[in-house]
């Protein structure tokens, strides 16, 4: 969940 | 996701479209920085490295396909197409962007959220961005008059991370752990940069008349 949340954005 | 970044993107997906129907439509890239396109492709590179290793979504691996490859193409365009490179301003573009490279480089490796290749090539990648228009406003002021086209394709490219300002003081409130003061930080500069753009853009729709960036 930390990974995804971290480089969610273009 | 929510409605400013998708603003965001759409509105970075649109600058790019104009840019490639500017350059089809008049198989030209007069006013065009070469160099400003070269450190977007590098931008774009360092960035989504985890293109093929984390998948967050389609969405997201769509967008990145389209940025990494439009902005090769518009680079190969410039470069390597037999009608549109006879017009690229050679002369005009001659900001030293590779110094951007370097100073981005060495800032990456100073200032990271983690010290792994990965995390030391985004944080030089928001850096980049920040600063790779630079040589475009350059090659604008110096060009004097600047075509419609090539007016909204840096207008719409200033725009899209002023619309991700507003995404990341949304997530700021709305999520609790939520700090990204790496590309808040370089949003608001880059954003700044184009203050002086968007004040003359603004001036010429208002008067209705041409574009002209002041040398």
Redesign the interface.
């Known amino acids: 969940a930390q990974?995804?949340?971290r480089?969610?954005?273009? | 996701m929510n409605v400013f970044r998708f603003a965001g993107d759409m509105t970075h997906l649109i600058s790019i479209l104009v840019l490639l129907l500017k350059i089809y439509t008049t198989k030209s890239c007069s006013g065009i920085s070469l160099k400003t396109q070269e450190l977007y492709a590098v931008v774009f590179v360092t960035r989504y490295l985890d293109l093929v290793t984390d998948f967050i979504s389609v969405y997201n691996t769509v967008m990145k396909v389209v940025f990494i490859s439009s902005s090769l193409a518009i680079v190969w365009c410039i470069r390597r197409h037999k009608v549109v490179r006879r017009s690229y301003d050679k002369e005009l573009d001659t900001f030293r962007h590779w110094l951007l490279v370097g100073a981005c480089a060495v800032l990456a490796l100073v200032v990271h959220e983690k010290f792994s290749f990965q995390e030391v090539c985004w944080a030089f990648s928001i850096y980049l961005e920040a600063v790779a228009i630079l040589p475009q406003l350059v090659l604008l002021q110096r060009s004097g008059n600047v075509d419609n086209l090539t007016g909204q394709y840096v207008f719409f490219l200033g725009a899209y991370r002023a619309f991700y300002i507003l995404n990341w003081i949304y997530r700021y409130y709305s999520e609790q752990h939520f700090t990204r003061w790496i590309s808040c930080v370089s949003g608001i500069v880059q954003t700044a940069l184009y203050a002086d753009f968007f004040y003359y853009y603004f001036i010429s729709w208002k008067n209705n008349s041409k574009l002209q960036l002041p040398a």
């Open positions: 990974s995804k949340a480089k969610d954005e273009l």
